[in-house]
């Protein structure tokens, strides 16, 4: 039995002529525009030919078909889904700020950058760098500059040979692809079964060769590198660099500095740790910050403040060894301005409380899990803002996998972790539940997880064939990807 | 339990190739590795004419969830490739060994299969892995 | 303090649960050398109201300037509809749409997205959004590499007329990979690249040509014959173009005898404020022949266990999370939201509005060049037609007029001394359908004042 979407596509609403008219310009005289006739476009584009109602009417609907984090708890590991405060997007959104052209003068953007300014400087602060540059616009482009700058830095001292990039075998998928795209060769290290890098793998890692290691801390497996300073020095030794993926800040926000576990590059998730919105994709920011050796290779452009308290854009006489512009602006300005005001209204002490409470959190919702039935990856070990649970028994005894908990869980009303990563733990579920989230929501979540798992116990036909509640079921992606149906084609078409 | 024709060889990196004969051999990968990658969806197969050293990565094998590389277990020249994958890859799955070979090779005179593994030796490698 | 729900009684309870003494003790497997004491430069916090009070503040001081400039971002109108629904916490606070049942109002608007931006630009298939124009470029000169099997040189040829910054990223973001570039000369009384530039490079093994249409100076290419030229010596032709622009003007998959490879350009005059730089999107087009060679991600319509059409995510062995140092980009985020607005904006606009915004930006800028040209010491650059931007030549440097327009509340355009100083004292100004007859006359009075020749003292 085929049944009907539960919302048409916009172009199934069009109708010849009809249009949001009130928002054309008006037009005096027919436009016959000065395009030359072999220029000219012949047939108009599949555009929707609807009324601003039907515009409304289909997003809004469309929007309800979502989950998210102003509807539900959305514990999604490395996401860092806390709460995004409404006063950034009211701030960003200020006229002045949102109609200011990237190239105006700096003479009618001091109040812009004077924002700029400050969000470097407690970027800094809080990460222990020497220099931060804003322009990187997510954290895999912040990784990119981070590599980069490692490169750049290495071929000035005439070591350009080196070009091995070291990664835990648990590192994000980003990690890798950066390296290669920095025309670097990704070499893995193993991770030991306490959840650390294995430092007798590492020493027999490192070399003549290696340009650098890529580390998260507290890792990817949700556990402090607890001998943080051993590796750093195995690889300064080695006559290779440092850098810091920031997606596990959240967790040591306040609490601890990269800069002091002597990392020389880091990027942070500005979309993460600092709550800007995710937007179902982004948009992200991944401002870099650099130690002393690295700072004249950062990418540009960066606001500098003058001696007379006015600020100016810092360019290429100011930093000749830069690795460059990375984006055609200043990088993504209003997600800049939205952590900018988060902020400023955390302070100094609130930011402590997020690592604190992000780790309260993530430590009590372990002890309840596994009180209810759930196994830890790590259970030896200190949740930080995240934790592992593995269902590898579940899977063994009852047929049921982390995928098949994952969508039962959407029925029950909560987003489910991430289970597609680490790839290094089998069926692992992911949890982070960040610091915004009450008791009473833990303690909510952990009653759905242990409904799951009675009914794993007594039917697991019904986490199997998960999700039963919502628009639709579980969707066929062997289909999509065989048969790649991309866009509408209009039977005009 | 899988049935491994015993006439095959077999890489560690779970590639089989069967000699044919007059020259080429045929290369595939195995009910092992088409059971881990799942339905398949799409398959990358190389020129023809193209020149492949021993281990060299010459397709690619992609699922919903992976995209893997398939590596020569010989040195050689493709003379052939399975055209039939470009529409239907799940015959890999469905009979990995025969109708969903990957591609054809003349083997250099040199190339040994030394190092290659027997269809006894790769069944004990994949029962314990 | 600020967004933490947790009252005392709760933190005394979790802690009982966990068995520990003390929230520091969570930290205890940290070496206590690492634990910082307190983050003294930062300010104290501030309430929503007092940020509030700040940032108006700020904002004021900044203001809002008639502003003449283009050069890679627009200001066009952007419906009050667009991100009244944008914002909307189901799309505003939602993540990538891993969980495909639970994400259906963000992929089907994406799948939609695709299809639009698919037909603006007459490709086969678009994916879900690049971080802008710039980087855009640079991951599809990186995709041609890759899927120009013909090809082994890596050499792509990219005409000076290009956004000088557009060229400083494909630059920075290459560099590392072997790629090489080439320039291309621009004819110097018209603005565009000649056909006949690409003669020298015959025969050789080229991997791509960039088109730019419109161009960095607003002036209209011969796309034509550069797409033909191009294909014959087996190289791709990588579209770069404005998409209010196409409501006009033939698109890439148009160009030439087989269309171009490749077309990547700017989201942000669809639905973007200019906010500084960004977040805006950039989209990314291509044929289905060469789908898998294309970074971002793609959805796809699929049916699920009923037979209830649904979108999920597909294709994704080609990306970071599964293929990892083989992918075919470190792309994750990208700029979904915006992507968002740019689906909104066209489909309140639809192909009529956008061809009316189009036509009457460029009838603004012919009357603004106009009503410039008129006063002495300025001149029209180039004589070919263009889209709503305009090269004019100044009687003296650009940077001081500039700035005494500046202060006068004008954003005059851009100085183009310093990437073209063979034009000589020369600036790029743009009127798009937001400027009226009173604005362009504003910025003329303001400009003959500044231009008018010094009293004697």
Redesign the interface.
Known sequence: ???????K???EYSRPG???R????A?SAP?V????A?????Q???????S?LD??R???R??????????HF?P?GS?T?????K?C?????????????????A??????M??MYELQ??LK??T?MRAVALSP?????G??AGV?MI?AYQRARGESERNEIIVPQAA???N???????????REVAVGPDGDVDLDGLRAAVGPRTAGIMLTNPSTLG??E?R??EVARIVHESGGLLYYDGANLNA?L????PG??AFDAIHM?L?KTFST????????AGAVGVSARLLPFL?LPIVAREADETYRWLTERDLPQS?????????????L?RAY?Y????????????G??A???A??LA??LT?VGFDAAYPQ??ASHEFILTLRRQAQEYGVTAMDV??RL?DLGF??PTT??PQLVSECLLIEPT?????ETLDAFVAAMAQILREAREEPERLQ?A?HT?????????????E?????KSDAA | MSNIPADLKFARSHEWIRQLGDGTAEVGISDHAQHALGDLVFVELPDIGRALSAGEACAVVESVKAASDVFAPVAGTVVAVNDQLRHTPELINRDPYGGGWLLRLRAQPSSADTGLLSAGEYGTLTAEG | MPFIPHTEQDVREMLAVIGAPGIEALFDEIPAALRVPSLAEVPAGLSEFEVMQLMQSRARQDGRPLCFIGAGAYEHHIPAAVWSTVTRGEFYSAYTPYQAEASQGTLQSIYEYQTMLASLTGMEVCNASMYEGATALAEAVLMAVRANRRSKSARILMPRNLHPHYRAVALATTGNQGVRFEELPYERALGHTLPSSLAPFAGQDITALVIAQPNFFGVFEEVDALTDFAHAQGAFVIAVVNPTSLALLKPPGSWGQKGANIAVGEGQPLGCPLSSGGPYFGFMCTRMEHVRQMPGRLVGRTLDLDGRPGFTLTLQAREQHIRRAKATSNICTNQGLLMLAGTLYLALLGPEGLERVAAVSMQRTEQLARALTAIAGVRRVFGRPGFHEIVLALDRPAAPVLAALSERGIEGGLDLGKDYPELGPALLACATETKSAEDIETYARALAEVLRPARAA
């Open positions: 039995m085929s049944l009907p979407p539960r919302e596509l916009i172009f009809r249009g949001a009130a928002q054309w310009p037009v436009a525009p000065a395009v030359p072999e220029l000219r476009r012949t108009r584009p599949l555009l929707p030919e609807v601003e515009v409304v289909h997003y809004t469309l929007s309800q078909l979502n989950f998210s984090i102003d509807t959305y999604l996401c889904m806390k709460y995004n405060p006063a997007n009211a701030a960003a959104l200020l006229p002045e700020f949102a109609g200011r052209h990237p190239l105006a003068s003479a009618s953007g001091q109040g812009f004077a924002c400087e407690m602060a809080v222990g616009l997510a954290g895999a482009h990784e990119f980069a490169r994000h998928g980003t890798p692809a950066t390296a290669s795209m920095c025309g670097c060769i990704a556990v402090f607890r943080i300073e040591i306040g609490k601890v500095r002091d576990m998730n979309h919105p995710h937007g179902g994709g982004g948009p992200g990418p690795i460059g512009r990375l984006t055609t602006f200043a990088g993504n300005a209003g997600v301005l005001v902020m400023r209204m955390l302070g100094r002490e609130g930011m402590r409380r997020v604190e409470y780790t309260l959190n430590n009590y002890a309840r009180q070990r200190r994952a969508k959407l987003h489910a597609y990563f610091e915004t989230e009450s008791k064939r999700p919502l628009p639709v079921r579980r969707l066929d992606d062997v289909r999509a990807a065989r790649p149906d991309l866009i509408f």
